[in-house]
């Protein structure tokens, strides 16, 4: 595998007839695939700096002086390095015409400089999708039994101390928002356990597909109102930021729980801390947090909440379905111009 860049190297690298990919970090468990791209494409790798998005920066600049890029990726744990945005990732253009993220979400992108630029942006779309359900649904349990308290009052010697009779999934309505290939594998989960699904999405599915599912569709205002847990499923965009508010909290019934492997700014932070004190929240269940990798020190202090550091993808078969799909989208974008998935269009066609 080709070594990351050596600052002290002045050597002169000429431009090949490849296709050349820049690798922000190394390919560590699709080797098979990786190999075989490596007959037909040159790839340069560099190792990001985990607590400095600065010194990432300038390995990324380095590279892009001494090469041009066709296309360029990132695999896991990008929260320290992000956002993608043309601060860091502007010397790659022109000759850049994608960039791809390990992520299923894609708002650390900027995606309309990209676009603006020629450059596609794409993303491995349902690749984390069973490994972030089974994340929810270790969420969804462990709210319901309140694990978090329990375990707390058995490390504090107390044993069962003062603790409340805890939840079981059977008969529970879960109001999941967002029935995008993660609400659904959560929902079937759900089922499975004798949960009821409801569901509202921006579209709603076909006839055909709520009935194979076995869930509901219903309003914002009725899942709100109806759900005994509730399940945020969507991805952050200007129209989902700060979805649950005050106003929606108000909605919801008292002592609902509430899960979130989406994006920790599609919930109003104030509202739902204050949510939590008052008792509206019984119990929570997160994977994703404001201000990622420093989330507010409620969350890491409250037993009423059950936290995890945005760790759902975070399976070794889930890396591997990441890192495929990243260069698949990879090869066929080489091959036919366009990436398997796209989230955005670039206003420059070549």
């Known amino acids: 595998m080709e070594s990351e860049f050596k600052q002290e190297d002045q050597v002169e690298l000429k431009r090949s007839t490849k296709k050349r990919v820049l690798s922000i970090d190394i390919p560590q468990f699709a080797t098979d695939l990786l190999e075989k791209l490596k007959e037909k494409y040159i790839f340069d790798f560099i190792v990001p700096d985990p607590h400095s998005r600065e010194e990432t920066i300038k390995k990324i600049h380095k590279a892009a002086e001494r090469n041009t890029y066709d296309a360029c990726f990132w695999v896991f744990k990008n929260a320290p390095i992000s956002p993608f945005t043309k601060e860091m990732l502007g010397p790659l253009m022109p000759s850049c015409r994608l960039f791809i993220t390990g992520a299923a979400g894609y708002d650390d992108l900027d995606i309309e400089w990209m676009a603006a630029n020629g450059a596609y942006a794409a993303n491995a779309q349902n690749a984390p999708t069973e490994g972030t359900a089974i994340m929810n649904l270790l969420l969804f349990l462990s709210v319901l039994r309140g694990s978090r308290e329990a375990e707390q ?3 504090s010697g ?5 603790l409340p009779l805890m939840e079981d999934p059977r008969g529970k309505i879960v109001g999941i928002i967002g029935m995008g290939a993660i609400g659904k594998s959560f929902a079937q ?3 499975s356990l004798g949960g009821r699904v409801i569901y509202n999405n921006r579209t709603r599915l076909s006839k055909e597909e709520e009935e194979s599912l076995d869930v509901q569709y219903v309003n914002f205002d009725e899942l709100l109102t109806t759900s ?8 952050l965009t200007l129209s989902t930021k700060n979805l649950l508010s005050k106003n929606e909290f108000q909605k919801m019934k008292d002592g609902v729980y509430i899960l979130n492997t989406a994006r920790g700014n599609i919930i109003d932070e104030e509202a739902f801390i204050e949510a939590i004190q008052s008792g509206k929240v019984s119990r929570a269940g997160l994977d994703v947090f404001v201000n990622e990798p420093s989330p507010n020190p409620f969350w ?4 009423k909440v059950t936290v995890q550091p945005h760790w759902g993808g975070f399976t070794t078969s889930t890396a591997v379905k990441v890192e495929e799909a990243i260069l698949e989208n990879i090869d066929t974008f080489f091959k036919t111009g366009r990436p398997l998935n796209p989230v955005n ?5 070549l």
Not at 228 to 235: A, E, G, L, Q, T
């Open 345 to 349: 269009t670039p206003a420059i066609q």
């Open 300 to 303: 890491l202090t409250c037993d």
């Open 189 to 191: 989960k759900i089922i």
């Open 158 to 162: 107390k044993w069962h101390g003062n």
């Open 153 to 155: 009052t058995m490390r």
């Open 228 to 235: 005994d847990v509730i399940s945020v499923n969507c991805p």
